[in-house]
């Protein structure tokens, strides 16, 4: 092949010098830019550095103006703190000198807390000792077996609480629903002191203080089982709705009882009926306490109103049965209600006692409990 004309060569020539001029206008022109670029990061640098530094300097100027605010408003809170404290004692000397000149004109008000603390705790223990033992409630005997001192002093306490009354006792709440509920069994055991008859002032007066004790304190179970007791054993069939009521109460604050199951029973039994009271009765023994948390349960006394409640319905078989669970274990508060029962006539039990089958079952335990209380057997 034939080598280049020189006019090829010469157009050749000035094609590459043409392309060497622009790739060094690129280079001069990346340089440029380069330069550009750089002096551009300058300046937002600069920029950025003076504008975080004027920041800085502003936070700083703040945090002067806010220490100062603080130091300003920590002395005027000193200053107030100051005031206040000397406020505060020159009350307390005017209280103190106020105090001492009712002391001297009233002796009796410069002691008033000590002196019912004192008053609330005698009559307490008096209380605890005779009438709010676990073995006392339930019990209409208590009143016949205090000494006529002891009376006395309870109706001599009885007066100072009722002067007590009249101010805020707020601040001994439970002390005093404590106490009203000693006097409602105070009053509930007299009203029955009398073999003969029933007191109706004194139920009423222990219904009264039954009542107050669970308005100024905490409500009670225990406390409406007490009322209702009373009610229920007064022979009136006019107070057994409420008793009923009542004790329909205490299952709604403390179900897992037998007590309250035990004084409804009664009166199903008394109302002759006698499905309701052996339902319940039942549900009495499946309860795992007598009243309280604390108390043991009370089968023996489930077992026998069972018995009569299943005597009023004709199944001697099935009363006796639980008749004789009852008297497992010879208790003297079970063996004076089983006797008063058989003193009654037309009491169920008595279908147990006439009946040819039964009568000797029935004998038979009569004359267990008076071996255990030292009774000459009849």
């Not at 750089?38 to 800085?56: D, R």
């Not at 003193?343 to 071996?371: F, M, W």
Request: proline share 3%; hydrophobic share 40%.
């Amino acid at each position: 092949m034939n080598g280049p004309t020189s006019v090829e060569a010469a157009i050749l020539k000035a094609q590459f010098d043409y392309l060497e001029r622009r790739a060094d206008d690129l280079q001069r022109l990346a340089s440029i830019l380069l330069l550009f670029s750089t002096l551009f990061a300058a300046v937002a640098g600069i920029s950025t550095y003076l504008n975080v530094n004027q920041a800085v300097e502003r936070a700083g100027t703040l945090a002067e103006s806010a220490e100062k605010h603080f130091s300003d408003a920590r002395s005027r809170a000193d200053s107030a703190l100051e005031r206040l404290d000397h406020m505060l004692s020159e009350v307390r000397a005017k209280a103190d000198d106020e105090i001492a000149e009712i002391r001297r004109e009233f002796p009796m008000f410069g002691y008033m807390n000590h002196v019912i603390s004192r008053i609330l705790a005698e009559f307490s223990a008096l209380l605890d000792q005779d009438f709010l033992s676990s073995s006392s409630t339930g019990r209409v005997d208590l009143f016949n077996q205090l000494s006529p001192e002891k009376r006395q002093r309870v109706f001599f306490y009885e007066k100072s609480v009722a002067a007590l009354a009249m101010m805020d006792m707020r601040a001994y709440s439970d002390e005093m629903s404590r106490i009203y509920r000693g006097l409602g069994l105070f009053f509930g055991s007299r009203a029955y002191s009398d073999a003969n008859r029933v007191s109706e002032s004194d139920l009423e007066r222990a219904v009264f203080y039954f009542e107050r004790a669970n308005r100024v304190g905490t409500e009670s179970a225990a406390i409406y089982n007490d009322m209702a007791f009373f009610m229920i054993d007064g022979r009136r069939p006019e107070l057994w709705p409420r008793a009923e009521e009542i004790l329909r109460r205490s299952l709604d604050l403390l179900d897992n009882q037998q007590r309250a199951r035990l004084e409804l029973s009664y009166i199903f039994v008394k109302r002759r009926d006698y499905s309701a009271a052996e339902q319940i009765a039942r549900e009495a023994l499946n309860r795992s306490s007598w009243e309280t948390g604390n108390d043991p349960p009370r089968n023996d006394k489930m077992h026998y109103n069972c018995a009569c409640a299943l005597a009023g319905l004709g199944r001697l078989d099935e009363a006796v049965v639980h008749l004789e669970q009852a008297f497992i274990d010879i208790r003297r508060d079970l063996c004076d209600i089983v006797r008063a029962d058989l003193a009654s006539p037309d009491d169920e039990i008595q279908k147990l006692v006439t009946s040819e089958l039964h009568g000797p079952s029935v004998t038979a335990i009569i004359k267990r409990c008076d071996i255990a209380f030292g009774r000459k057997p009849a």
